[in-house]
Every structure is written in structure tokens, then in C-alpha cells.
T-cell receptor, first 111, second 115 residues
Framework: RKEVEQDPGPFNVPEGATVAFNCTYS??????FFWYRQDCRKEPKLLMS???SGNEDGRFTAQLNRASQYISLLIRDSKLSDSATYLC????????????FGSGTKLNVKP | DAGVIQSPRHEVTEMGQEVTLRCKPI?????LFWYRQTMMRGLELLIY????????DSGMPEDRFSAKMPNASFSTLKIQPSEPRDSAVYFC?????????????FGNGTRLTVT
């Protein structure tokens, strides 16, 4: 079983829409969680860390559900520039120097 | 800060040739990671270093792959001999102390094509 699983999408949404992605992780002892954004033919870039109490950064909200072992990313008022692949990343407690990446969810925001 | 610097950006080589990829981490970061990304397998961790010492190389696919970090500001990933299935984007990333407050920072990557 993969450490981190994501729906590959694509999610095709109109500008201004609200869209949410989920990501499940297999190891209940996982410690740290992140969302990264990757544009086509570019490197992954940190979008935001995910904290236990949930956190928000502008139009982006991240949530952690430890009981069900998933994290989510909510994007409000989608912009064309939000089109990218969103990678879920988990850092396990048993090896806190390792980061496990999901395969990514592709988002297409259309005019 | 210049960020993580990788070279070359693109490499095209013939099967059987030696390939060397280079990485300069962010100054002050004491962890360095090499990842490989393909459409089929996504991002895979190959090896990581802490204070220039290889800690976990369990992701290195075969003996044809080797990595070194001779000092805090330079690392290489070598493939010898290269094969077409090695074609991928290779990313180097660095971190001060992996945690929520110090996540990974990636270089631009090296796009390797082996014909």
C-alpha cells in the first residue's frame, strides 16, 4: 500500500469556483503534512504546511483529520493561475527525515 | 538566497554513457535529498544526506547509481552506465531540519533523456 494516495484528477473547474482535494496517508504515526504545488515542467514548491488545528493562507485552507488519516486542501475563488498539480506530502514519525509524496492531483481552472 | 542550484538543466545522452548530475544546496541547510520524477512512478526519494553523510540510500534503484557529497555545498548523482529507463527529471532538494517549519526546497531539476 502506498504511503500517500491522491485522486489524480483532473479537476476541471471554472474561474471563481471552490474546489477541494483530499489525500489519505497510511501511517497513523505520521507527524508533519504539507501541500506542494507543481507547475508543468517545473519543480515542486511549498504551498503550505498543514497543522493539526487547520490553517488558512488567503484563498487556501488546509485541514488534517488524524482519525480518518486524511488531509484536505480547499481553494476558494479559483484563479486561472491556480492551474497546477497539487502534491500531498507526509513526513512519518518513524523516519522524520523522509518525505513521502503523493502522485498529485491536477487542477485545471478554465475561464 | 539563490535557492537550490542544479546543473545541467537538460542532459541527453546515449545508452551506456556516464551521466553526472550536480547540486548546490541552500547555504546552511544540512539535509540534501535526491529525487527522481516520472509520469509512471511520481516523485521517488533516491538518497538523502545529513551533514554530508549518506543516511538512507534504499531508494537508489541499482548499483549503476551512486551519489556523493564531498562538502556542505556540493553533491553529485552519477549513473554509470546509463539506460533508457533512467530517463526522468532528477530533483535535488535541501532542508535545514526537516519539519513543518523547515520543509524541502527543490532545485529546478535536471531533465535526463537516455536514447
Amino acid at each position: 500500500r502506498k504511503e500517500v494516495e491522491q485522486d489524480p484528477g483532473p479537476f476541471n473547474v471554472p474561474e471563481g469556483a471552490t474546489v477541494a482535494f483530499n489525500c489519505t496517508y497510511s501511517n497513523s504515526a505520521s507527524q508533519s503534512f504539507f501541500w506542494y504545488r507543481q507547475d508543468c515542467r517545473k519543480e515542486p514548491k511549498l504551498l503550505m504546511s498543514v497543522y493539526s488545528s487547520g490553517n488558512e493562507d488567503g484563498r487556501f485552507t488546509a485541514q488534517l483529520n488524524r482519525a480518518s488519516q486524511y488531509i484536505s486542501l480547499l481553494i476558494r475563488d479559483s484563479k486561472l493561475s491556480d492551474s497546477a498539480t497539487y502534491l500531498c506530502v507526509v513526513n512519518p514519525l518513524y523516519n522524520f527525515n523522509k518525505f513521502y509524496f503523493g502522485s498529485g492531483t491536477k487542477l485545471n481552472v478554465k475561464p | 538566497d539563490a535557492g537550490v542550484i542544479q546543473s545541467p538543466r537538460h542532459e541527453v545522452t546515449e545508452m551506456g554513457q556516464e551521466v553526472t548530475l550536480r547540486c548546490k544546496p541552500i547555504s546552511g541547510h544540512d539535509y540534501l535529498f535526491w529525487y527522481r520524477q516520472t509520469m509512471m512512478r511520481g516523485l521517488e526519494l533516491l538518497i538523502y544526506f545529513n551533514n554530508n553523510v549518506p543516511i538512507d540510500d534504499s531508494g537508489m534503484p541499482e548499483d549503476r547509481f551512486s551519489a556523493k557529497m564531498p562538502n556542505a555545498s556540493f553533491s553529485t548523482l552519477k549513473i554509470q552506465p546509463s539506460e533508457p529507463r533512467d530517463s526522468a527529471v532528477y530533483f535535488c532538494a535541501s532542508s535545514h531540519q526537516p519539519s513543518q517549519n523547515s520543509p524541502l526546497h527543490f532545485g529546478n531539476g535536471t531533465r535526463l533523456t537516455v536514447t
